[in-house]
């Protein structure tokens, strides 16, 4: 069966300070990742989708960027935190068409 | 782009009621899915339905494309049912799925 791991699962960072997020499936080829952030409240906003190695697709212009090093594996980065990136950010991963959306347990950002 | 309401935002109910959860949508989509966000952020899939009706358990949707809404319903809840349900769309695949604001659920015991 397929699993899906995030980490870490909570980070406090500075502000100005770099991030790396990481995100890696298991147990299926060549799926579609994706990066999704919810702010306090509800809403979750698409940040980053990927269809493959190396193709990464930004949603919103921000100060996050991703990257694709391998089929599996998805990473969401920063060179300088802001005050408003914190938030809960939310790694999945769906087959490719239509198919179910799967999420990871997520990463908890604060920048102070 | 496609908007997705729900309602109601906030629910709260005795252990054992049943719920109507509703999802409307703007525009004609060939993807609906709905989640469960339990108290420690966990999102799960519970279900993916475009079209049609589905049962997994106590829990139950149904939507109905041509009038852009989808139901999901709860029955007998549960404490452990309690957190935020969300209703996504969209018009092609995973990659232009909208989220809605989510309701509220709390199950008293």
């Known amino acids: 069966s397929q699993t899906i791991h995030q980490w870490p699962a909570t980070l406090v960072q500075p502000v100005g300070s770099p991030l790396s997020l990481e995100c890696t499936v298991e147990?299926?080829?060549?799926?579609?990742l994706y990066w999704y952030r919810q702010a306090a409240g509800r809403g979750l906003q698409l940040l980053f989708y990927?269809?493959?190695?190396?193709?990464i697709s930004s949603e919103v212009p921000q100060n996050l960027s991703a990257s694709r090093p391998q089929d599996r594996q998805f990473i969401l980065s920063s060179k300088k935190l802001l005050l408003s990136d914190s938030g809960f950010y939310l790694c999945?991963?769906?087959?490719?068409?239509?198919?179910?959306?799967?999420f990871g347990n997520g990463t908890r950002l604060t920048v102070t | 782009g496609i908007q997705v309401e729900q309602s109601p935002p906030d629910l709260i109910l005795q252990e054992g009621a049943n719920s109507t959860l509703r999802c409307n949508f703007s525009?004609?989509?060939?993807?609906l899915q709905w989640f469960h966000q339990n108290p420690w952020g966990q999102l799960i899939n519970l279900f993916y339905?475009?079209?049609g009706t589905k049962q997994n358990g106590r829990l139950s949707a149904t939507t109905v494309a041509t009038e852009r809404y989808s139901l999901l319903y709860i029955s007998s809840s549960q404490t452990t049912d309690s957190g935020v349900y969300f209703c996504?769309?969209?018009?092609?695949?995973?990659?232009?799925?909208?989220f809605g604001a989510g309701t509220r659920l709390t199950v008293k015991p």
């Open positions: 147990g299926t080829s060549n799926p579609n």
């Open positions: 996504a769309v969209s018009r092609y695949n995973n990659n232009d799925m909208r």
């Open positions: 525009d004609s989509v060939n993807n």
């Open positions: 339905i475009p079209s």
């Open positions: 990927s269809v493959g190695i190396g193709q």
């Open positions: 999945a991963w769906s087959d490719r068409g239509f198919s179910p959306l799967h």
